[in-house]
């Protein structure tokens, strides 16, 4: 059974910075490709970043320059670096394969961007 669990979100301000960790049981992250995926209020959960093994593949535009995705094979933990976070950032984020295959999501972690 694949399992995630994300950590690392919080309250900041604009332009402060945050690491989240995603711990993956259940499959080896050097075999598959690993995304951290958002879900804002009233939104569609999205796509942010993904990564194969320690080789980062994607990321959403808006976040290119501001969020870098890594891993640690031996932890098998993926984390996402989100430096000058924007208030349009405010989401709950999860990780998960990509594409989706039929895991369970996590809790997520809430990352909340306010004056």
């Known amino acids: 059974q694949v399992q995630f669990v994300e950590s690392g979100g919080g309250l900041v301000q604009p332009g402060e910075s945050l690491r989240l960790s995603c711990v993956v049981s259940?499959?080896?992250?050097?075999?598959?490709?690993i995304g951290w995926y958002r879900q804002a209020p009233g939104r569609d959960r999205e796509l942010v970043a993904n990564?194969?093994?320690?080789?980062?593949?994607y990321y959403e535009e808006s976040v290119k320059r501001r969020f870098i995705i890594s891993s640690d094979l031996r932890s098998n933990t993926i984390f996402l670096q989100m430096d000058d976070l924007q208030p349009h950032d405010t989401a709950v984020y999860y990780c998960?394969?990509?594409?989706?295959?039929?895991?369970?999501w996590g809790q997520g972690t809430q990352v909340t961007v306010s004056t």
């Open positions: 990564i194969f093994g320690m080789n980062p593949r």
């Open positions: 259940g499959v080896q992250i050097s075999t598959k490709l």
């Open positions: 998960n394969t990509f594409p989706l295959e039929q895991h369970s």
